[in-house]
C-alpha cells in the first residue's frame, strides 16, 4: 500500500522560511513524477512545484525564485523548500506522486496534508 507522509508544516512569520518534507512508502518511485499542491480556504487546490522522474523542475509563478524542490530516489522523499514566505502562502500542502504511461495517468496518489500559517 502507497502511503505519502508530509512534515514540516507549521507557523512561519512573513519573511521566514520552511522546508517541507514528504516520504513515500510501499513501493519505488524513482518512475513516478511528484510535487507539491496547496489549498487555501475557500480555493481550489493549485500546483506549488513538480519534478518529473527525470528530475526536471517547474514552479506555480508565485513561488518561482523563492522555492527549491529536490527528490531523493533512494530515500523516496520529495522536500520543498520555501523562503520568503507571504501570508497568502497560507495553505494546507498536499505531496502527489503520479505515473504516467503513454501520457496516461496510471498510478495517483495523495498525501494527507500539512498546515503552513504564514503570519505575524
Known amino acids: 500500500q502507497v502511503r505519502l507522509l508530509e512534515s514540516g508544516g507549521g507557523l512561519v512569520q512573513p519573511g521566514g522560511s520552511l522546508r517541507l518534507s514528504c516520504a513515500a512508502s510501499?513501493?519505488?518511485?524513482?518512475?513516478?513524477?511528484m510535487g507539491w499542491y496547496r489549498q487555501a480556504p475557500g480555493k481550489q487546490r493549485e500546483l506549488v512545484a513538480a519534478?518529473?522522474?527525470?528530475?526536471?523542475?517547474n514552479y506555480a509563478d508565485s513561488v518561482r525564485g523563492r522555492s527549491t524542490i529536490s527528490r531523493d530516489n533512494a530515500k523516496n522523499t520529495i522536500d520543498l523548500e520555501m523562503n520568503s514566505l507571504k501570508p497568502e502562502d497560507t495553505a494546507v500542502y498536499y505531496c502527489?506522486?503520479?505515473?504516467?504511461?503513454?501520457?496516461?495517468?496510471?498510478?495517483?496518489?495523495w498525501g494527507q496534508g500539512t498546515q503552513v500559517t504564514v503570519s505575524s
Open positions: 519534478i518529473t522522474k527525470r528530475g526536471s523542475a
Open positions: 502527489n506522486i503520479k505515473r504516467t504511461t503513454w501520457g496516461a495517468v496510471t498510478d495517483d496518489y
Open positions: 510501499g513501493g519505488a518511485f524513482s518512475n513516478y513524477d
